[in-house]
Structure formats: structure tokens, C-alpha cells
């Protein structure tokens, strides 16, 4: 049992440091630098942030046996959208963009090109449908992990 708070901990504290490295990148580094790479990689960094606060979110709910897990991650993930994402004070709306979130990042992951454009970067699918990630978009996701983050240990 020891072992399995320390690794709820541990989800719990690497999400909150790969959240704040996000959020130096999209603050201090993008104004100066404006390289559409960068929001790119802070998009990879927030998906991983999301990923572990779910994750601890998740299995700290089956340990308080309020839920059961599969050993499917997208069965899991729509689990916590349904009985979890609503207690952890998140708004309708914050879920939504959670929700959208995990979209963008899968297409990031399957693009085949990405380039920038005025408001930040396009990402380019094989079937030929595009999705655009803006420094307003990323923002409106540090704002609602940093939130998840804060409120999870508390529900």
C-alpha cells in the first residue's frame, strides 16, 4: 500500500512540474522565441500533465473503490469524463477543452505536417483534415490542469 501512495505522489507531482514547464514555455519562451515548435512541444508536455493527474485521479478513485478500471486506456479516460472530471470543480466548459485537450494531442501525434500560421501552428492529417493550435488554446489548458492539479488531492 506504502508503495502505491508513493506512486499516486509521484503522478501527482511530476504532472504539476510538466504543467509549469508548459507554462514557462508558453509565457517566457513562445513571446520571445515565436517558433511554432515550441507550441508544439508545449502541447506534448500539457497532454503527459493531463495523462498523470488522470491517471492519479483514476486509481485513486478504484483504490476508494468509487469506480472500476479497465485495461483500456480510452474506456478509462471516458470513465473519468463521466463519474470523475464533474467533482474535481471543473466547469462544463473545462471539461470540454480537457476533452479537446487529448484531441489535439493525438492529432499532433498523427499529423503529417504541421506549419505555423498567424494565431500559432496547423497540424495536417492523413485524411486531409486540419486543427489549429493556438497560444490562447494552450493558455486556456495550463489554466485548467493547474486547476485539476490543485483540487485533486482535496475531492
Known amino acids: 500500500m506504502e508503495e502505491l501512495n508513493r506512486q499516486l505522489a509521484d503522478y501527482l507531482v511530476e504532472s504539476g512540474k510538466l504543467c ?3 507554462d514557462h514555455l508558453i509565457y517566457v519562451t ?3 522565441v515565436k517558433d ?3 507550441l508544439l512541444k508545449a ?5 503527459r500533465s493531463s495523462v498523470k493527474i488522470i491517471s492519479f485521479i483514476l486509481k485513486r478513485e478504484y483504490l476508494l473503490k468509487k469506480i472500476k478500471l479497465t485495461h483500456e486506456p480510452e474506456k478509462n479516460l471516458r470513465i473519468f469524463f463521466e463519474k470523475c472530471a464533474g467533482s474535481c470543480s471543473l466547469s462544463a466548459s473545462d471539461i470540454e477543452n480537457l476533452r479537446e485537450l487529448m484531441k489535439l494531442a493525438g492529432k ?3 499529423s503529417t505536417i504541421e506549419f505555423a500560421s498567424q494565431k500559432g501552428a496547423v497540424m495536417l492529417g492523413e485524411d486531409g483534415k486540419s486543427a489549429e493550435l493556438s497560444v490562447d488554446s494552450l493558455k486556456s489548458f495550463i489554466k485548467i490542469l493547474k486547476k485539476l ?3 485533486a488531492p482535496k475531492f
Open 20 to 22: 509549469s514547464e508548459a
Open 30 to 32: 513562445y513571446p520571445v
Open 36 to 38: 511554432k515548435a515550441i
Open 43 to 47: 502541447l506534448e508536455i500539457l497532454h
Open 108 to 110: 499532433h501525434r498523427k
Open 149 to 151: 492539479i490543485e483540487n
